[in-house]
């Protein structure tokens, strides 16, 4: 199911007030909020206040809220003055994500390894 408030869903409760964030950034369509459990140095997360399950829901939906995702990740960046940063979509229980209201993981402010474990 996609878009609105998804009853249960945490992310959407983060975005409504309900369950405390810290929030770093915000638009009208995104929210961005440091990770509860960092593991780099920054670790925040990147999500549409409407509800999608995962990217793919926000592409089949038409995907524009991506482009506002991209540049509100590309502005926490900028601000912490990293010199690199990596954006990580966790999609589906085997890839890791374990929370179903989209986000993109901004990780940063050490060396990332390479591929992901
Ligand atoms: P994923 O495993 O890709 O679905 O990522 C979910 C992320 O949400 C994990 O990195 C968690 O540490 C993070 N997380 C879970 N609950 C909260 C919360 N209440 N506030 C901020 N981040 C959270």
Avoid: K
């Amino acid at each position: 199911v996609s878009g609105g408030y998804q009853n249960g869903c945490l992310f959407c409760r983060i975005v409504a007030g309900e369950v405390p964030a810290t929030q770093v950034a915000g638009t009208e369509r995104v929210v961005a909020f440091r990770d509860i459990n960092p593991r780099a140095p920054i670790h925040v997360l990147v999500i549409p206040r409407e509800h999608y399950p995962d990217v793919a829901a926000v592409a089949a939906d038409g995907g524009d809220v991506l482009v506002e995702m991209a540049r509100v990740a590309a502005d926490v960046a900028a601000r912490a003055g990293v010199d690199g940063w990596r954006w990580v979509f966790n999609t589906g229980v085997d890839a890791g994500q374990s929370v179903f209201h989209v986000h993109g993981h901004v990780l940063a402010g050490r060396a990332m390894g390479w591929p992901p474990g």
